[in-house]
């Protein structure tokens, strides 16, 4: 379910009331493959519910290029969406998801492998609060450049 971003921290103060663990991932799930499927189900995994916050396309434009997403932000949403891994989907325009993290507050931050502490900005915010940041191993071989880079070859 998509939620809008200015209702997104009422929304997960009430989960969180409920007694839910409230885990959040971010990311641009452009065109979505093995790779993020196994990753949304062990972010699931960690917790009650995942939140996941999702590039607005004009944020994936910055962060991977002009010829990004192929996908638009809400056919992004209504796939990703659809995963049973997937409770809540909310769309963020920032460079970073530190502003969206402070509105969830989750109780678990997760990404992938390719990512570190130090290569993630957001895990200041998290650890400022308590919450706990967690990383998720990198299946291999799979990513979206690497579809779109088959498909052009
Ligand atoms: N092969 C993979 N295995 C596990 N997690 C992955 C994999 N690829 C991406 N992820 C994770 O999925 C989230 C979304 O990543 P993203 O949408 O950038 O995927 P991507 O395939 O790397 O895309 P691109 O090739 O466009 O950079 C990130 O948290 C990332 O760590
Ligand atoms: O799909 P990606 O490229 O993994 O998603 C990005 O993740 C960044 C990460 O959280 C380190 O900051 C984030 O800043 C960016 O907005 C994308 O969500």
Do not use: W
């Not at 921290?9 to 979505?32: H, P, S, W, Y």
């Not at 916050?53 to 796939?79: C, F, M, Y």
């Amino acid at each position: 379910m998509l939620v809008e971003r200015q209702d997104i921290a009422k929304f997960c103060e009430i989960l969180r009331k409920g007694g839910q663990k409230v885990v959040f991932t971010n990311g641009c799930f452009d065109i979505l493959h093995a790779g993020h499927v196994t990753y949304l189900e062990a972010a699931k995994a960690q917790g009650d519910v995942l939140v996941l916050g999702l590039n607005t396309d004009a944020s994936v434009r910055r962060l991977k290029g002009q010829e990004r997403p192929i996908n638009s932000e809400l056919d992004r949403a209504k796939v990703v969406g659809a995963l049973e891994s997937v409770d809540y989907v909310v769309l963020f325009g920032e460079q970073t998801a530190e502003a969206v993290i402070a509105e969830v507050k989750p109780d678990i931050y997760v990404k992938g492998g390719d990512y570190t502490l130090d290569t993630l900005p957001e895990a200041k915010i998290v650890q400022s609060y308590g919450g706990k940041v967690a990383f998720i191993d990198m299946v291999e071989g799979r990513s979206t450049t690497n579809i779109i880079n088959k498909i052009k070859s």
